[in-house]
């Protein structure tokens, strides 16, 4: 198969975590568009195109104006809503003069965007990511800004953990994930990957975590919602204790979190977490844990991140070398088909370039 | 700016909706994504020997791969509607887009459309988009006679009691004061129609207090306070006189006559294509929406894309200062 790019638009993507948008302008490049991002005096995130109507001067170089964003060039002023409110030396206001309003959520700690068609914009689509707000779960999280690969790398790297074992040996790779059978099912709108591997040594990151002796059984539950999250139900527990029961009470549990954005088509913003219920209050905890995941190139997402980029780099230089598949991509190959499944009703090619624009201009 | 977008198409079936307004279902060779209310479909036509390119509001979304326009034949016109009215199902067409310049904001607590005429196009297709959407709307439709509410039937049976007519000879007039008082606060209206009641609508809402960017309305730059009619245009600098016909905008006929001039919208909004008006022995019906009532009162400029006089001619000026 040709590796497929493409992205729907009709989804909530994450744009920024909610602490980052204030009372400044945030320039952000988000399916493809440049945004601007900003937060209105009433608390809520407003979201424009990041070009003006009249020469396209990016917003976001310009001011903000109690809610509405003035051009830094000629002082056009549009409002939250993309309407022209001011045009210089002129005592009216051209009609037909607005930039493309995109409608924003903020949820989970995130704000999500809206880049197709805003009358279908639900904020009840807002994808399940409730482990990043909500307790017990304890996490601080970061996010890749315009990490060099296509978003759907990011989704194969997640829903296959087999990869754990040679990018992550050491922390928690183990020869057990490629030697535990998986099992994939799939609704309309999610694919799960669920993997028990019963009574084998704890990798070290477990066994530290864990802090008790002795064999256990860990599990790797990995929850894709399309067309952008990926929630990995993941932990160990002594074994034989009755977790794959149901009884998880002798054992730590996370989930690793991932909101993937496409920025370019070869480009996109991972904004990630990994959230535990154990030890909540213990900060020095939440802060070593984050830079397990991220820490100046040591981490595990830095690992990831090299292997993500080098990949697409890869794919630039021979764009006709085709992708073989392996069993373990299963979880991978539902995600795409669910992922080209919301294209195809949009009217859109999944093996196509991303759209330079909609119809809304 | 130029559309760039060219792609053919076919004229699949045409209907008379009333003596003068045409529906025209048209068939794209590639169907595109849905268009967003208020979009328009360019269209390449023939005024006589010349190639031109008109622009029509689409009815709805398209989403069943059809771009429907209704086009009413104007006696005024420069030739395109009576290009449109003379075509046959099947013919081969050229088209652009669609685009929008009217795009419906969603999310608003409460929206009024109010239509006069033809004009009811795009808000035709803002109707069903926020009938789907479940929004609270009303959708005011006044046309001359009841004969000329082309699409009030197939509208009514789709929105129900959220549309009502208005038609003169029935004494109807749309009470524009109390429709924007009725409102909903933050909610927006849109306005399409002749002339007249554009003006009525941007002082019923100037009046009312609400921002001015919550009133929306597209332009056609056709129709004025006055009948269209021939009239001579003077400039002294430049030692010409200008014959616009009926048939021809200003700009066209000072552009035709070799007069260099700039000009982007061709709708009466950019405020590019104005000249220096000199003296008038005529009335200038200004048509424009970049001008404010103020300066159209003062009479100092007009926008030569859409403006024009009767009763007489007009004496100007031009940016040229090369002679």
């Known amino acids: 198969m040709t590796d497929p790019k493409g992205f729907p638009l009709n989804a909530w993507y994450a744009a920024a975590w909610g602490h980052e948008i204030g009372r400044a302008l945030t320039p952000r490049r988000i399916c493809d568009k440049d945004v601007v991002l900003y937060r209105r005096t009433d608390g809520a995130v407003a979201a424009l195109e990041d070009a003006c109507w009249h020469r396209l001067l990016p917003l976001s170089l310009g001011h903000l104006k109690g809610d509405q964003v003035m051009c830094g060039y000629h002082g056009l002023v549009f409002d939250a809503s993309g309407r022209c409110t001011f045009m210089p030396a002129q005592e009216t206001i051209n009609p037909s003069a607005c930039v493309r309003a995109f409608p924003a959520v903020e949820r989970y700690r995130l704000v999500w965007l809206w880049m197709g068609d805003p009358a279908l914009a639900d904020p009840d689509l807002v994808p399940d ?58 609704t309309d709108r999610c694919v799960t990957v669920e993997r028990w591997m019963e009574n084998i040594e704890p990798p070290p990151f477990w066994a530290r975590n864990l802090g008790r002796p002795g064999h256990v059984d860990r599990w790797q539950i990995i929850r894709f919602e399309a067309p952008n999250v990926v929630a990995g139900d993941v932990g160990v527990a002594l074994a034989g204790t009755g977790a794959r029961q149901g009884d998880r009470s002798e054992g730590v549990n996370g989930f690793f979190l991932a909101a993937i954005t496409p920025e370019t088509a070869t480009s996109c913003h991972y904004f990630w977490n990994f959230v535990r219920n154990w030890r909540p209050d213990d900060e020095e905890l939440t802060k070593s844990l984050t830079l397990a995941h991220v820490n100046d190139g040591k981490g595990v997402y830095d690992q990831d991140h090299d292997v993500l980029e080098a990949q697409q780099r890869a794919i630039d230089r021979q764009p006709r070398q085709p992708f073989y598949n392996l069993n373990i991509d299963a979880g991978a190959l539902w995600a795409h088909r669910l992922i080209d499944g919301m294209m195809a009703k949009e009217g859109r090619d999944p093996k196509a370039a991303p759209p330079v624009g909609i119809a809304a201009e | 700016m130029a559309a760039t977008d060219w792609q053919p198409a076919r004229l699949r079936a045409a209907r008379a909706l009333t003596p003068d307004i045409r529906l025209l279902e048209i068939e794209p060779a590639t169907p595109g994504a849905p268009a967003p209310p208020g979009s328009h479909l360019g269209v390449a036509v023939m005024i006589g020997e010349r190639p031109d390119t008109r622009s029509y509001s689409l009815l709805d979304s398209g989403a069943d791969g059809l771009y429907r326009i209704a086009v009413k034949r104007l006696p005024d016109s420069r030739g395109g509607s009576a290009y449109m009215h003379g075509l046959e199902p099947g013919a081969r067409l050229s088209i652009s887009g669609p685009r929008n310049h009217f795009g419906l904001t969603p999310g608003r607590p409460g929206y009024l459309l109010v239509a006069g005429g033809i004009g009811i196009t795009p808000l035709h297709a803002m109707a069903l988009a926020l009938h789907q959407a479940g929004a609270r709307f009303r959708l005011l439709y006044a046309a001359r006679t009841r004969r000329d509410l082309a699409l009030a039937d197939g509208l009514r049976a789709r929105i129900g009691d959220r549309l009502e007519t208005f038609t003169d000879d029935e004494g109807g007039r749309i009470d524009l004061a109390a429709a924007v008082a009725d409102l909903a606060p933050g909610g927006e209206a849109y306005l399409c129609g002749p002339y007249g009641m554009m003006e009525a609508g941007r002082r019923a809402w100037a009046e009312s207090g609400r921002p001015a960017q919550g009133l929306r309305f597209e332009t056609f730059g056709t129709g004025g306070r006055h009948a269209t009619e021939a009239f001579t245009v003077r400039i002294p600098r430049l030692s010409r006189e200008i014959v616009v016909p009926r048939h021809q905008t200003m700009l066209e006929a000072l552009e035709a006559a070799g007069i260099a001039m700039i000009h982007d919208c061709r709708r009466g909004e950019c405020g590019l294509c104005t000249v220096k008006i000199l003296d008038a022995d005529g009335t200038v019906d200004h048509r424009d929406v970049f001008f404010s009532e103020a300066q159209k009162a003062a009479n100092a400029q007009l926008c030569t894309c859409v403006s024009r006089v009767v009763g007489g001619g007009i004496t100007i000026d031009t940016a040229d200062r090369a002679g």
């Open chain 1, 129 to 186: 990511f409730h482990w990043n707000s909500d307790a017990p779960w304890v996490g601080e999280g970061g996010t890749f800004y315009s990490l060099k690969c296509n978003y759907r790398l990011v989704i194969d790297n997640l829903m296959d953990l087999t990869h754990e074992t040679y990018v992550h040996a050491g922390s928690i790779g183990d020869d057990a994930i490629t030697r535990s059978p998986f099992e994939v099912t799939h």
